[in-house]
């Protein structure tokens, strides 16, 4: 099996929902397909995206592939594909554009798994396909009617642990939010929270004290402060030891490495490049340290989940592009169960290809509104009238 032609597929749509934290305000889903095809037909499928402006065109998205990602890969084997290093150095010490060596990569294990006829958690030494899962909102631009829907919603679904976003400048709306979640979901369910890098060390530990105090038992923190502040999170750590920190998203294996070595997280968050996340976790494993798998496309992280012992948790936020694969990830009374199938198990919609495919780029005022198939559907608050969120991260920049 040899791959010999790739095919990309652009999408673009509003999303169902305003996403994000207290930095960044997403509305549109800006997402692509890769799909590598080998000699005897079989196709293996990757994504990639761009999360606050749109991918370019299809014509230059193509361009863009053929010249700088097609030569590595253009008449080789998938194996020697995910088994492949490179020397890391000079100009070639760098990711492809928009991620492709990411896409690459998921579409790379799903042909070599199709060829060895064995699912990918299979593939990567696991042996339970069933992993637990957090539901998680993205929450922040949510008004509190939304929160409190989407999270009782949850919670009925049989969702065991909830992370919600935090940083607010004023504490008292992190606190409010606290307060309507736990009057949601009582003492019986995990509580996480996001901060996505608001705070210093000093801050963080001073907002943790006041959720004590007031009464919030929160199990872990996440990016409390910025990412590679490595002496500040074990700061955090050692100061607030009833609270797990959660760090290492944004960070390259060589950035996790560093802040394993510093003793700056409890838990390790990992994301969707394969052989990254599987690194990470041996890593982890290494520093006897917990992992948790963030959000991926399709939520195709589950795969890498399964496979990694020390994965207590899968991030789980009801994102809406279901709709351009033929059979969509199983979620059960709050575990997701990696598919069985053959690779990764997804195949992109003929229907989607059909229907949902945008080649040229669109205004955000002309695009489509993608199907509604998420579990929890928001309906949209009477406070949002004429675009103006009272959470809206601009405002918050504002009062800042």
């Excluded at 790739?6 to 996403?19: G, K, L, M, Y």
């Excluded at 095809?37 to 014509?59: C, E, K, N, R, S």
């Excluded at 060829?115 to 993205?138: E, F, I, K, M, N």
Aim: charged share 25%; hydrophobic share 40%; net charge negative.
């Amino acid at each position: 099996m040899r791959i010999r032609e790739f095919r990309i597929t652009r999408f673009q749509f509003r999303r169902d929902r305003v996403i994000g934290d207290s930095q960044v305000r997403i509305a549109e889903s800006n997402h692509a397909a890769l799909e590598l095809i080998a000699d005897d037909g079989t196709t293996g499928l990757g994504f990639f995206q761009a999360l606050f402006h749109p991918l370019p065109a299809l014509a230059e998205l193509e361009r863009l592939f053929g010249t700088e990602a097609w030569p590595v890969i253009d008449g080789r084997e998938p194996g020697p594909v995910v088994n492949r290093l490179g020397k890391p150095r000079g100009g070639n010490n760098r990711r492809m554009s928009f991620a492709f060596d990411e896409a690459i990569n998921q579409a790379a294990w799903d042909l070599l798994g199709k060829q060895v006829g064995l699912p990918l958690w299979r593939l990567l030494g696991g042996t339970d396909a069933r992993v637990r899962a957090y539901a998680s909102g993205l929450d922040f631009h949510f008004s509190d009617s939304q929160f409190r829907h989407f999270f009782g919603t949850a919670v009925d679904q049989g969702y065991r642990g909830t992370k919600i976003k935090v940083g607010h400048p004023d504490v008292e709306w992190d606190l409010n939010r606290l307060a309507i979640l736990k009057d949601i979901i009582g003492d019986d369910v995990s509580v996480m929270v996001d901060a996505n890098e608001a705070w210093t060390p000093k801050e963080t530990i001073r907002r943790l004290g006041i959720y004590r105090r007031a009464g919030f038992d929160i199990y872990w923190v996440e990016d409390p402060c910025p990412r590679d502040d490595f002496d500040g999170l074990r700061e955090v750590r050692e100061a607030v030891p009833w609270v797990h920190v959660n760090s290492g998203e944004y960070l390259d294996l060589h950035g996790k490495r560093q802040l394993l070595e510093a003793r700056g997280a409890d838990i390790l968050n990992v994301h969707g490049h394969v052989n990254d996340v599987m690194r990470a976790g041996w890593l982890a494993g290494e520093h006897n340290v917990a992992v948790s798998l963030g959000n991926t496309m399709l939520e195709l992280g589950v795969h890498m989940a399964a496979a990694l012992p020390e994965v207590q948790w899968i991030e789980y936020s009801f994102q809406n592009y279901k709709h351009l694969v033929e059979e969509p990830v199983i979620i059960v009374d709050g575990h997701m169960f990696a598919p069985d199938r053959p690779g990764h198990g997804f195949t992109l919609s003929a229907d989607a290809r059909g229907r949902f495919a945008e080649p040229e780029v669109r205004a955000f005022d002309d695009l489509p509104p993608a199907p509604d198939n998420s579990p929890i559907h928001l309906e949209p608050d009477p406070v949002d009238a004429g675009g103006r969120h009272p959470v809206d991260s601009s405002v918050v920049r504002q009062e800042m």
